[in-house]
């Protein structure tokens, strides 16, 4: 493919200007040596269709001692062309063959790439190139393009190892950062990056890298960086800078990262003179497993968040519970990923005692998950509705109250339930001390405040686009509500006659490039006015200012719908993500809405 981006890549990897045969020479690992076993490098070509009707050429690079009846380490290459090369600056075959020969890399097959190209349909027209779009997107897609398609096909003929820890990932410039963001997408998938000049710049998003680094729960990676401080700087930003805000970053959070520096381009000049040095450091110790970093730094947020011994737990459901629990259906599969046209709250709150009630709409009940682990149908959904439940919570009469089709229902402890409301429309629900509900209206574009009268009083505000999920702050002062398609919260100054003023879009969730939906959905609060808020990016955790201090990651694929503190110490944090439930301890302690308690003045 010798069209202009990718001969503009090629040119970098490839050989430089003389000046590299003074300063950064190739050293013996980069030559061939004699009786070194030579590995064999076989030509592919791929039509993809998680990038829909791109071509691309690949290669893959067997070593000599690779034997079919062990798993091989694999390693991944974006702007395969130059690496592949044998008289270029970064010489992959040559490298390998030397290192696994002396045992400093364990036998690894070589998976080399090119970014796929749509061919244009008459020779008047131009093609369209993908480069940009499948190395400089801040998404899961290009991961799931590896995952999904490029190694199963090359597994089909080789014995590929699918162990994290042997697998690792590298690249330069854009090839670069989407190393990186494959690893940081799919840490199940990936743990060891290379990263040569990379584009950490507002190329498409990536320039956020350093903020998410320090603010998301730490990943099992391995990183290695390097760059010049000649490097590029133009309209998008400075690599320079960018790199070293990466490494500054991942070095704060406690990451496992070495940050190679030199003065030159955006080249392989010094890139190709310390390869094979950076594979030495990339699998060093190995086969130790890389483990996730210890954050210890005295303004890490999370250290008084998430529980160091601590991690995400698959609660049991048994067998008919956990074959029958399924999400709102507005939530749809699409090439493997969930998009969001009418997501909904998933019911999950906690009683008094910290036991977890949750929303079982393919089973037309509320089940509940004592303490003791137990489960147990609550009720089963009132006979004459013609929709699922959708939001759950109970109230300060120890009722509990849920959007049930067209009306708000609550139910007592032995399952009969009597009308609050009737002839509305309500997706998610807050109680509050005094006998009150807030409700959102997605399909009005309201939220609705219904006394303990029963009469129904509406706000609507300009930008309130989809109203989903709502909760109250700790003293009740303010009312939150979700939004899936936008990035922020907004917040309300609840009235002493319960309407709602004041409102702001105050709370600023972090969101993916390739969306702009945050997917925003179920909220939770604990007792400092901190506001955790279910998203595509995991648990976002808000403080007061209405900062997004901490991410904690998703222990599953799929939608994640709610949260709720729940547990005898109200400490566990429980999350609904794809058809199961989780939860782990945390340093923090959630809030009963019928106990007001006012949070502490925040750190502003």
Known sequence: MKKLGLLICLLVIATGPRAAAEEYVLGPDSQRQPGVPQGAVTHFTWTSKIF??????????????????????????????????????????????????KHDMPVTIGIFINPGVLKALSPDQQDRFNRSFEYDGMGDRYARFLLDEILPEVAKQYNLSTSPDDRAISGLSSGGICAFNVAWNRPDAFRRVLSFIGSFTDLRGGDVFPSLIRKTEPKPLRVFLQDGDHDLNIYAGSWWLANQSVASALEWAGYDVKFVTGDKDHDMLQGGAILPDALRWLWRDYPQPIKKPAPNHSGDERLAILDPASDWELV???????????????????????????????????????????????????????????????????????????????????????????????YGQHGHGGTIAAKLQCQDLAATHDRGIYY?????????????????????????????????????????????????????????????????????????????????????????GHLYVATRLGVQVCDQPGRVVAIISPPAPGPMLGVA????????????????????????????????VKPPVPHL
């Open 52 to 101: 829909p009707g791109t071509v691309r050429d690949y290669w893959v690079y067997v070593p000599a001692q690779y034997s079919k009846d062990k798993p091989a380490c694999v390693m991944v290459f974006q702007d395969g062309e130059g690496f592949i090369k044998e008289d270029g600056r970064a010489r992959i075959p040559i490298v390998f063959d030397n290192l696994i020969a």
């Open 565 to 596: 503190f729940g547990g005898a110490d109200l400490q566990y944090l429980y999350v609904d993500v794809g058809n199961k439930i989780y939860r782990r301890h945390m340093l923090r302690k959630g809030v009963l809405p019928w106990v007001p």
């Open 316 to 410: 049991p459901l048994g067998p008919s519970v956990h074959q029958r629990y399924l999400f709102d259906s507005g939530m749809n599969w699409i090439a493997g990923t969930w998009e969001s046209h009418d997501a909904g709250a998933a019911g999950l709150t906690a009683d008094t005692d910290g036991n977890i009630f949750f929303d079982d709409i393919s089973g037309n009940r509320v089940v509940k998950i004592a303490i003791d682990g137990s489960t147990s149908t609550f009720w089963d959904y009132f006979p004459s509705s013609s929709q699922d439940s959708r939001g759950i919570m109970f109230g300060a009469d120890g009722r509990l109250y849920a959007c049930e089709g067209d009306r708000i229902l609550a």
């Open 440 to 528: 959102t209206d997605p399909a009005g574009h309201e939220v609705w405040y219904v006394d303990h009268f029963g009469h129904k009083h509406k706000s609507s505000f300009p930008g309130l686009e989809h109203p989903n999920g709502v909760r109250l702050s700790p003293d009740q002062s303010l009312l939150f509500v979700s939004d899936p398609n936008r990035r922020w919260i907004w917040s309300f100054q609840i009235q002493p006659d319960g309407t709602l003023r004041n409102v702001e879009p105050f709370y600023h969730l972090e969101s993916r490039d390739d969306t702009s939906s945050t997917g925003a959905s179920g909220m939770t609060v604990d007792t400092l």
